[in-house]
């Protein structure tokens, strides 16, 4: 009997859901937008409700739109943005909507965080440094400083796939990838919570969920809803993992050495180890594949900065286009007429704080070296350039911890198939990008963990290689620009430091 599997993945502002069969081969992808809770500048969570819906608008998209049978599915998993913070009550029921990643409310909590456990003890522990938002524990310090009552009934604080598996199962549960954006995991070999760190930072151990393996079976599908689409009650519903983690298993990251860009709102730069030998410039993280960690180079608003400039900037292109692809395409091509380096326009993309790998809420996005002479089609490549700058960092540091030389990489996601993007990165990293054809490959990376926790394959390796990765192009380094952008690359790097002690002061 043919065997389907079911992946869902929230994003940033939406969610899909992708069904593949026993061999792999994708059978169709949704997508559906949900709601965002954000009521001041700082604030960003996502309305449970809504999400849930646009999860089950995803499966009504695939069973009558695409015609999958959903009597097929056989297993179930999730992929999620990370962290996506929520308080549970002991029911399930949502205390506190997820908290993402970019929401900065827990600014100071990060801070007392630091001082509680000292900054060098809370990276020997969990491999991370702590930042409003980028890791959970702030934001659970901050509900039990704001929202006392609701820090009182939580049973479990949990992420994103905590939530979408109790509520599938009735089981509380969270994986390995996800726990480590916590601050309260050890992240670097004992792959437990920390008494330690919940002592140190004040969140009760007894608070956090049971800890699994991405493919361990949580429980068995009980939800009318989904039970009313055709699948059947009981299908294992497996734990998951984090958004990046699932999507570079599906692109076939699953042993040390192996590296993935994946570009959207975020771009991520991902290297696989199998030794906890850690960086402070990345988020350190348990991979979905057993006994290896990722090296993640994670800039929060890379592809947002994009959008945020052909938005604000590029009106009259959004008039022109037949719709918002076109137009990306459209401001592209204007940022093809710019001269590599832009004339001296150096972009800073920190446009609501950054992660790796200055790891500081207060940091903006910055255009430096304007002159009269600039135009719009220099600022607009100034920002395809300013990825290309800092993932050159990014794998300068991974190839300065691993001792290994990168020569090149796979890339993923909506942004990645940016003809221009992609070439003015391989220009200035010196990498080979090779640009894969399925744009989503979290959903599909999660459906895999479900295809092994309901044993249609054996283990993430078999699950990993049946993937057919078809490459979409290949972006060969052009070192004909190599002296402007080695240039404009070190006033990047020089950028952040000078800024540093300005930025806060600004706010």
Same mark, same amino acid.
């Given at each position: ?28 992808? !949704? ?7 954000? $009521? ?17 608008? @995803? ?14 599915? !056989? ?22 909507? /997820? ?48 929202? /006392? ?52 930072? #004040? ?41 990046? $983690? ?93 001269? /590599? ?19 500081? /809420? ?35 540091? !991974? ?22 993007? !992609? ?21 599909? #990376? ?8 309901? @044993? ?20 060969? $380094? ?30």
């Amino acid at each position: 009997m043919t065997k389907y599997l079911l992946g869902i993945d929230v994003g940033t502002t939406s969610l899909k859901v992708a069904v593949i069969d026993q061999d792999a081969k994708l059978l169709g992808i !949704a997508s559906s937008k949900y709601k965002l809770i954000t $009521p001041d500048s700082c604030s960003v969570q996502i309305e449970t409700e809504s999400m849930w819906q646009a999860m089950l608008t @995803g499966v009504r998209l695939l069973k009558d739109g695409k015609g999958i049978d959903m009597t097929k599915i !056989a297993g179930i998993s999730i992929s999620s943005l990370c962290p996506g913070l929520a308080a549970m009550d002991q029911d399930g029921h949502v205390l506190v909507d /997820p908290i993402i990643y970019s929401d900065r409310r827990s600014t100071e909590e990060a801070d007392l965080i630091l001082k509680a456990v000292g900054r060098d003890r809370l990276f020997e522990v969990t491999a991370n440094s702590s930042m409003a938002g980028a890791f959970s524990g702030s934001s659970m310090l901050w509900i039990k400083r704001h929202l /006392p009552d609701e820090y009182k009934k939580t049973k479990y604080f949990g992420h994103l796939n905590t939530l979408l598996a109790v509520r599938m199962t009735g089981n509380f549960g969270i994986d390995y990838s996800n726990a480590s954006y916590t601050n309260l995991f050890e992240t670097t070999g004992g792959k437990k919570w920390s008494e330690e760190m919940c002592e140190k930072i #004040g969140i009760d151990y007894e608070k956090l969920p049971e800890l699994h393996d991405s493919t361990d079976v949580v429980g068995g599908l009980i939800n009318k809803d989904l039970i009313d689409l055709g699948i059947a009650e009981g299908t294992p519903v497996a734990m998951g993992g984090a958004d990046t $983690p699932c999507a570079t298993l599906a692109s076939g990251v699953t042993k040390a050495g192996d590296v993935c860009e994946s570009v959207g709102t975020t771009d991520v730069l991902t290297v696989c180890i199998d030794k906890p030998v850690f960086d402070r410039g990345f988020i350190n993280r348990c991979h979905v594949v057993p006994g290896t960690w990722i090296y993640q180079g994670a800039m929060s608003f890379a592809g947002a900065a994009n959008e945020w400039f052909l938005k604000q900037f590029c009106g009259d292109l959004i008039d022109k286009a037949t719709d918002i692809g076109n137009a990306y395409r459209l401001m592209n091509i204007e940022a093809d007429g710019a001269n /590599p380096g832009c004339d001296g326009v150096v972009f800073l993309p920190y446009m609501l704080g950054e992660r790796s790998p200055i790891w500081d /809420p207060y940091a903006r996005g910055v255009f430096f070296g304007i002159s009269l002479k600039t135009t719009r089609r220099e600022m607009n490549r100034a920002i395809l350039e300013g990825c290309g700058y800092g993932l050159r960092q990014l794998s300068g540091i !991974a190839e300065r911890i691993t001792g290994m030389k990168i020569d090149g990489f796979t890339s993923i996601g909506g942004g990645a198939k940016s003809d221009t993007w !992609a070439q003015i990165k391989a220009d200035i990293t010196g990498k080979e990008i090779k640009v894969l054809d399925v744009n989503d490959m979290a959903p599909i #990376g999660a459906a895999l963990l479900g295809g092994v926790g309901a @044993g249609v394959f054996k283990d993430v390796y078999e699950a990993s290689s049946k993937v057919d990765r078809k490459v979409y192009k290949v972006f060969k $380094p052009d070192h004909s620009h190599d002296e402007v952008y080695t240039k404009r690359f070190n006033t990047y790097v020089s950028l952040y430091p000078a800024l540093k002690d300005i930025f806060p002061k600004n706010l």
